[in-house]
């Protein structure tokens, strides 16, 4: 209603409320809440308001928007705006690094400024939309029971015999848990690049690699069931360590009668039985004994059949289980690869002198000994199986695809992981029940290809390959756990990819980013297992590929096609360069020249002009520590990088020489930009690195916390968008990590 009022002579009507003044001051109507860096900021709206809080729609002029704080960020877009109805819109503003407590400030003549609230515009954000991400890859009970572990990436806990589990531990890439019989609230993590330890079940870990002498990255830990305190610790590149104090310190062991270890040769599962004689099964070498704590080591291996090569007929080496109650008696697995193989485990009842197939069948198993009766559970493809005469019979205990299973010794009680999903028997095995809670991922290799929008890929170990177009939603393209991929750099929708497809394993391709695939490995059917693809960016028929031989009639080494796949010349399969071909990278402009890693060393191979048997050339003087991998700078002749054991080395002629340019060991090739080969990234043991200058000077990029990253991949087109790969799924940068 309006009203009339009359007041020295003068009157006032107010119409519907307040009278309307002049703006004042500026508000925030609309500001970032969550942002990511590099990405466009949700609209910000600024208001130019009265006393009272009104919106004055009659104001006029700039409205100016800046970075209060910190200084570092850098805002980008379009910052100024004007008046309309007494609001400025801006709608297209973006940082170009990342920032916590970020705040923007708005400015206009004659008007008080606003600032925003504190938001924060991450680096790094999940991009993990339509991805599955359950992957377990370890379990522990406490010795109590009370208490059971998982690994999926993370470390869970659970309290309720595995009904539900509740992340405890962000470290990314857990390799082991060890819990210790002694002290049921103590338990160990083995992660790529650290130890830990927890005294209260998890609730709080502190590392402890530092204690042991020259760490080196941890592979295996076992706890002395028979003596307090006694813990060994497997090393990658160096003697086992023992404590005898439950871990606060430790030292070398001798280690008399082992092999030489290194990253291609380490200790991968650890055993103690119940008279604390030490069981270390290695990568290549197999088991050993030690009677007297590490001190001295017996090779026993003899009687298990190996191939032309060296290596064991069944297979790798996988897990270790020694019978705490029960002297001598002790199993070991193969991953056996669909080797010919009597059984994937394998059992002594002699402490190692003799061993025999049980009759468990599949290509792997990992292992769970009942200590009341020695009774073995075996998780096999095929089912959850139990032996009560040390694998001589078997009854299936519970049907489906089984991973992993653990026992509690106090309660009988069981955790495992069947058809990809955790699981709970609280009646010895009679029922089942899903799990619930437990979260993390696997993603093991990730690639971008050529072309707008960008097709990601990303192949998970335990699902198959799944593609992202410019950071969408993931679709499943093709089911093939663990598979090797190699996307073709310059020619959109064209990548290929090694696995096993409804049982037809072999390399495949497609042309239209996953949605259609075609069997290619057309005449090399007994070589079994691809480790590398990688298309040449000038001849995208042109496809290299480095393998191992898995024991078939062809080795692996380095293969060729120029074709497109549909046919393979064999170029390097001489022992001496030890049968599997790791890492193969092509020259930056000469696209007969490529360098490769196998397990003796980097080699560079040349083609023969005339068709002949190429040249190959050792490239090991000058690296130190174990090569894992190779890379090459686009567009740049000889320009190579070398990741070692022992850091990261570069070479600006073909390999002649070398020059370590980061103290960091690294499994991984480095990733350099196809955009700008003198920004680079490499993924260490302690940390993934960027230079911008070629490898001359490096930073440490700050991920996510508990991530580590196991593959990071350079959009062609974009060199600040990346992808990076890891346990706990796929994780994407717009500003080059920074």
């Given at each position: 209603?309006?009203?009339?009022?009359?007041?020295?002579?003068?009157?006032?009507?107010?119409v519907g409320g307040a009278a309307s003044a002049s703006a004042t001051k500026l508000v925030f109507s609309a500001q970032p809440a969550k942002a990511q860096a590099g990405a466009v900021l949700s609209p910000v709206v600024v208001e130019a308001r009265d006393a009272l809080g009104n919106v004055d729609p009659g104001a006029s002029g700039t409205v100016t928007i800046s970075l209060a704080t910190p200084a570092a960020p850098m805002l980008s877009g379009p910052r100024t705006a004007q008046f309309v109805n007494g609001r400025a819109a801006f709608a297209a503003l973006w940082l170009t690094r990342s920032g916590t407590a970020l705040r923007l400030t708005a400015t206009a003549p004659g008007l008080t400024s606003a600032t925003s609230a504190a938001f924060d515009a991450p680096a790094w954000v999940p991009m993990n939309d339509g991805l599955p991400l359950a992957h377990v890859g370890e379990l522990a009970y406490s010795s109590d029971g009370a208490t059971a572990y998982a690994t999926a990436g993370r470390v869970f806990r659970s309290t309720d015999q595995g009904a539900t589990w509740t992340s405890v531990l962000d470290v990314g890439n857990a390799r082991r848990v060890v819990t210790d019989p002694f002290h049921p609230a103590t338990v160990i993590v083995v992660t790529q690049s650290d130890l830990l330890m927890s005294t209260d079940r998890g609730d709080h870990w502190t590392s402890i690699k530092s204690r042991l002498p020259g760490w080196q990255s941890a592979s295996a830990a076992a706890f002395d069931a028979h003596t307090a305190g006694v813990l060994y610790?497997?090393?990658?590149?160096?003697?086992?360590?023992?404590?005898?104090?439950?871990?606060?310190?430790?030292?070398?062991?001798?280690?008399?009668?082992?092999?030489?270890?290194s990253a291609s040769n380490y200790p991968v599962d650890m055993a103690v039985d119940g008279q604390s004689r030490l069981y270390m099964l290695m990568l290549y070498e197999g088991p050993y004994r030690s009677d007297d704590g590490g001190a001295t080591w017996t090779a026993i291996s003899s009687g298990l059949t190996r191939n032309a090569n060296g290596l064991f007929q069944c297979g790798t080496p996988q897990r270790l289980a020694a019978d705490p109650?029960?002297?001598?008696?002790?199993?070991?697995?193969?991953?056996?690869?669909?080797?010919?193989?009597?059984?994937?485990?394998?059992?002594?009842?002699?402490?190692?002198?003799?061993?025999?197939?049980?009759?468990?069948?599949?290509?792997?198993?990992?292992?769970?000994?009942?200590?009341?009766?020695?009774?073995?559970?075996?998780?096999?493809?095929?089912?959850?199986?139990?032996?009560?005469?040390?694998?001589?019979?078997?009854?299936?205990?519970?049907?489906?695809?089984?991973?992993?299973?653990a026992l509690s010794a106090s309660s009988g009680n069981f955790v495992?992981?069947?058809?990809?999903?955790?699981?709970?028997?609280?009646?010895?095995?009679?029922?089942?029940?899903?799990?619930?809670?437990?979260?993390?991922?696997?993603?093991?290799?990730?690639?971008?290809?050529?072309?707008?929008?960008?097709?990601?890929?990303?192949?998970?170990?335990?699902?198959?390959l799944f593609i992202s177009q410019s950071g969408g939603a993931w679709a499943k393209r093709f089911a093939?756990?663990?598979?090797?991929?190699?996307?073709?750099?310059?020619?959109?929708?064209?990548?290929?990819?090694?696995?096993?497809?409804?049982?037809?394993e072999g390399l495949y391709g497609?042309?239209?980013?996953?949605?259609?695939?075609?069997?290619?490995?057309?005449?090399?059917?007994?070589?079994?297992?691809?480790?590398?693809?990688?298309?040449?960016?000038?001849?995208?028929?042109?496809?290299?590929?480095?393998?191992?031989?898995?024991?078939?009639?062809?080795?692996?080494?380095?293969?060729?096609?120029?074709?497109?796949?549909?046919?393979?010349?064999?170029?390097?399969?001489?022992?001496?360069?030890?049968?599997?071909?790791?890492?193969?990278?092509?020259?930056?402009?000469?696209?007969?020249?490529?360098?490769?890693?196998?397990?003796?060393?980097?080699?560079?191979?040349?083609?023969?002009?005339?068709?002949?048997?190429?040249?190959?050339?050792?490239?090991?003087?000058?690296?130190?520590?174990t090569a894992r991998a190779v890379s090459t700078a686009p567009s740049q002749h000889g320009v190579v990088f070398a990741s070692t054991d022992s850091g990261i080395f570069k070479s600006t002629n073909s390999g002649a020489t070398w020059t370590q340019v980061l103290n960091r060991g690294s499994q991984y090739p480095v990733r350099i930009s196809p955009s700008n080969p003198q920004t680079a990234y490499a993924l260490t043991y302690s940390g993934t690195y960027k230079t911008k200058d070629g490898g001359a000077t490096w930073t440490v990029l700050s991920l996510p916390a508990g991530v580590s990253g196991a593959d990071l991949a350079i959009a062609p087109?974009?060199?600040?968008?990346?992808?990076?790969?890891s346990e706990s799924g796929v994780w994407a940068s717009l500003t080059g990590g920074e």
């Open positions: 209603m309006n009203r009339c009022f009359r007041i020295a002579g003068v009157f006032l009507l107010l610790v497997g090393r990658n590149n160096g003697l086992p360590a023992k404590s005898t104090d439950g871990g606060a310190t430790f030292s070398s062991v001798q280690g008399t009668g082992l092999p030489p270890l109650t029960q002297p001598g008696s002790v199993y070991f697995t193969f991953a056996t690869w669909g080797n010919p193989c009597a059984s994937p485990v394998w059992h002594s009842t002699d402490f190692g002198a003799a061993w025999s197939p049980t009759a468990v069948s599949g290509t792997g198993a990992t292992l769970a000994i009942d200590p009341s009766s020695s009774a073995l559970y075996a998780a096999t493809a095929s089912g959850l199986v139990l032996s009560t005469n040390g694998g001589v019979t078997l009854t299936q205990v519970a049907s489906g695809s089984w991973s992993y299973v495992g992981v069947q058809n990809g999903v955790p699981v709970n028997s609280q009646d010895q095995g009679a029922t089942w029940t899903p799990g619930a809670g437990i979260s993390g991922g696997s993603i093991g290799q990730i690639a971008a290809g050529a072309g707008s929008p960008t097709a990601v890929y990303a192949v998970s170990y335990s699902t198959g093939a756990p663990g598979a090797i991929l190699g996307v073709d750099p310059a020619t959109a929708g064209y990548a290929y990819l090694y696995g096993n497809n409804q049982g037809q497609t042309a239209d980013a996953g949605q259609n695939w075609s069997w290619l490995e057309h005449n090399i059917s007994s070589f079994a297992c691809w480790m590398s693809i990688t298309v040449d960016p000038r001849t995208p028929a042109t496809i290299w590929g480095g393998g191992q031989d898995c024991f078939g009639s062809k080795y692996g080494g380095v293969w060729l096609s120029s074709d497109g796949g549909l046919s393979w010349s064999h170029l390097v399969s001489d022992p001496s360069f030890g049968y599997w071909a790791r890492s193969v990278a092509i020259d930056g402009t000469d696209s007969s020249t490529a360098y490769f890693v196998s397990k003796f060393g980097a080699r560079r191979l040349v083609l023969s002009p005339t068709g002949g048997p190429p040249a190959l050339t050792d490239l090991s003087p000058g690296l130190s520590g087109a974009n060199e600040n968008a990346l992808y990076l790969a």
